[in-house]
């Protein structure tokens, strides 16, 4: 009954290596962004485009760890995403079915009524 909360810490410290390898951002891919229908941004003087949600745009030829990183761009929601945010979705998921699957017993009426 663990595996959905396994998940999300598996997802949670796929995402920290991925921040921690990147100088403390969550690399986005470009391509990525522009494959999920996002805005392209400016790049400042400094070359660090930042997303806004914690994450910088740089290419995957300067990421470490780049597939660790945002790279999985999903057009119909203009989202990109990275394999811990995968992992992270489906430990939800799967808590969320194990706990309504554990609390239908005590949902369910003890006597029907026939009509």
Known sequence: HLWGVRSVALGSF????????????MPVSP???YLAGKTLLETPSNGLAFTGSGGVVLPIEQTNLWFLTDFIPVHSIHAVFSIG????????LVTFASLVISILPVIQP????WL
């Open 85 to 92: 945010d995968i992992i992270i979705g489906f430990g939800m």
């Open 110 to 113: 003890k006597h029907r009524i």
């Open 14 to 25: 796929l995402n920290f290596v991925a921040i921690l390898v990147n100088q403390g951002f």
């Open 31 to 33: 391509e990525a962004r």
